[in-house]
């Protein structure tokens, strides 16, 4: 079916379709030249017409009446199609697609070898055990969602262009708790659907059958036809390995079912949660031990907060001078920040620190979290380091937001504000079309990431782009910040604080009293004009300011080496032009755009 749908649908393929060629070919530009030109050959127009029709002849011929070792040639044409395929429809795959590819495979090896009953019910244990992993984990995935959970989640889906329906939208609308039940039914049925396999396999044609009518639904009214028949081919698997071991047939024969590959199974996933285990234990400890130059205080909170001088001992710098510290954005930790650090302690003072619950930082507060308190920390910090010396805050993002909360509690002490593409209290607003304006998603990625990196799974986790980016010298402690749960459930908890503080703004932002250099990114997702008003307005508040526009990602701005330096520089400029006292308040306000 999905190929008889690309050769009659050519419309994606075309230039500047989503599926073309000429640029879909650039992901593989690191690849051997070699094979970069056989993959010309194979997604090229012609090429990928000759397989389509080939795999159409294959499948066709699957349902005639064939000899062995003609439906094992099908099979194996249908298998390394798909394979030489997926590079040139990267973009179009789908659930389906990764399913089919899937049973083709299986059912060539079980083909070939034929002969060997142990290895084909290898390969049905393999095929049923991912029907019964695909269900679960998708249930699981979306009872961790408080978007599924509160039944928003399926008319949300239905009023999709993609994949909605108008008639059953309106339907769902006006019936919100039969929507609501709904919605508890799939992810009753898809997290129970391992049960196939107790009581002897007696819930199984039951569970199969639910599941073989929610895909059946979900063709007529999301359009998902294909889903139908992939996901239904692995069913038969799942009845053959939920079904009793021993069966005897009319004629007398007894077969038994090999029931080692779920034993192997068993011992590799034991194994690797033990690897997995071992790897978090590591990870931690690399955490806790930092870089060895970390000090301690705790603030008035409870909390205990690790911090460290960078560059030069603060004692041999001139006393009068102001100290900078740097304040990192959310689910962050200084050392991404480490290229801004660094230059800036070529200059002056520096002190970088982790909040309460990031890395070494300890965290004593309850769980009803105010953002709030984590500016009373930094203000206990400030007051710790710093003593009587003039100090300059600079934060990113998050940061931004809790260093202008924190020189209000420190009059007289800050002397100036570097705020890098800062957080703003009014920016979850509706008005300034911000895609997540309920914070959910966010919430929904930082809950995810704490669960499963607690369950274990941290050696799965990708590493992150950015980390090539840094000094090497910190990429090791970064990558185990990086895979820390403790880290992403202190992010979670401070998100969860922002969003409950953010919504009860009604504006506008307080005087902060010093003066502010503002660093705006440009591509921080395409900033609307009313977000880029917000982040103007901390220039706005401020007795003297001056603005800075760096085309470059809020992300990126102080992880890459480039951007970093230019920011370091801009920071350079604005403390020195403070003063030690910064008893110059009088207003003045200049605009400046910066080109990396």
């Known amino acids: ?76 044409v249908l298998s390394a199609t798909s394979l030489a395929l997926y590079p040139r429809n990267h973009y179009g795959t789908d659930g389906s697609d990764q399913v089919a590819f899937l049973v083709q495979t299986t059912a060539t090896v079980a083909r070939a070898l034929e002969d060997r009953p142990r290895a084909v019910d290898a390969c049905l244990w393999f095929a049923g055990l991912q029907s019964v992993l695909s269900y679960a984990t998708s249930g699981w995935v979306k009872v961790s969602s408080p978007t599924w959970r509160s039944g928003r989640a399926l008319p949300g889906v239905m009023r999709t262009k993609s994949y909605g329906e108008a008639t059953t939208w309106r339907l769902l609308t ?25 009581a002897k396999g007696r819930a199984a044609p039951v569970l199969v059958a639910a599941v073989g009518g929610f895909h059946l639904a979900n063709a007529g009214v999301m359009g998902l036809g294909r889903f139908l028949t992939s996901f239904c081919s692995l069913h038969s698997a799942v009845l053959y390995i939920a079904g009793p071991r021993v069966r005897t047939w009319p004629d007398g024969r007894v077969e038994r079912r090999d029931d080692a590959f779920p034993v192997a199974v068993g011992a590799l996933l034991t194994a690797a949660l033990a690897a997995g285990v071992v790897s978090r234990t590591r990870q931690r400890r690399t955490v ?42 959310l689910s962050s930790t200084p050392e991404r920040a480490e290229w801004l650090a660094s230059e800036l302690s070529k200059r002056h003072p520096v002190v970088t620190y982790q909040r309460a619950g990031y890395g070494r930082s300890g965290y004593a507060g309850s769980r009803h979290f105010d953002i709030d308190s984590a500016a009373d920390d930094l203000a206990d910090l400030v007051a710790h380091v710093a003593g009587d010396r003039p100090v300059v805050l600079i934060g990113h993002s998050l940061g931004g937001y809790l260093v202008a909360r924190a020189a209000r509690r420190l009059p007289g002490q800050v002397v100036g504000l570097g705020l890098i593409d800062p957080s703003h209290p009014g920016e979850m607003s509706e008005s300034t079309g911000t895609q997540d304006p309920d914070g959910q998603r966010v919430t929904d990625v930082l809950n995810q990431m ?21 000094p090497s010298g910190v990429r090791g402690l970064a990558e185990a910040q990086y895979r820390d749960p403790t880290v992403w459930s202190a992010a979670l908890r401070e998100w969860r604080g922002s969003l409950a503080r953010f919504r009860l703004y009604e504006g506008p932002l307080p005087a902060v009293g010093v003066p502010v250099c503002l660093v705006t990114c440009a591509r921080t997702n395409e900033l609307t004009e009313a977000q880029k008003d917000l982040q103007d307005e901390y220039a706005q508040v401020a007795p003297r300011s001056v603005r800075h526009v760096l085309d470059v990602h809020r992300d990126a701005v102080v992880g890459e080496r480039a951007s970093a330096t230019r920011v370091a520089e801009l920071m350079t400029e604005f403390v020195g032009g403070l003063g030690h006292g910064a008893a110059d308040r009088e207003e003045e306000t200049a605009d400046a755009r910066s080109q990396l």
């Not at 008889?4 to 000429?22: Q, S």
């Not at 879909?24 to 970069?36: I, L, N, S, T, Y």
């Not at 039940?181 to 107790?198: D, I, K, Q, R, Y």
């Open 1 to 76: 079916m999905s190929s008889l749908e690309y050769l009659v649908t050519e419309k994606d393929r075309l230039p500047g379709g989503m599926n073309d060629w000429r640029v879909g070919r650039e992901q593989f530009r690191a690849w051997p030249a070699p094979v970069r030109k056989v993959l010309d050959v194979v997604s090229g127009p012609r090429g990928s017409r000759v397989l389509h029709g080939a795999r159409v002849v294959a499948a066709a011929a699957l349902l005639a009446p064939l000899p062995r070792r003609g439906r094992l040639a099908a099979d194996l």
């Open 174 to 198: 006006k019936y919100p708790r039969t929507s609501h039940a709904l919605s508890t039914g799939v992810l009753a049925l898809e997290c129970a659907f391992p049960v196939v396999h107790l």
């Open 450 to 470: 704490a669960i499963s990196l607690r369950l274990c799974l941290g050696p799965l986790l990708k590493s992150p782009d950015w980390l090539g980016q840094l």
């Open 288 to 329: 806790l031990r930092g870089r060895g130059d970390e000090r301690e205080m705790t603030t008035a909170s409870g909390n205990t907060l690790a911090y460290r001088w960078a560059g030069d001992p603060a004692e041999a710098l001139d006393p009068a001078a102001p100290v900078v510290v740097l304040e990192h954005a």
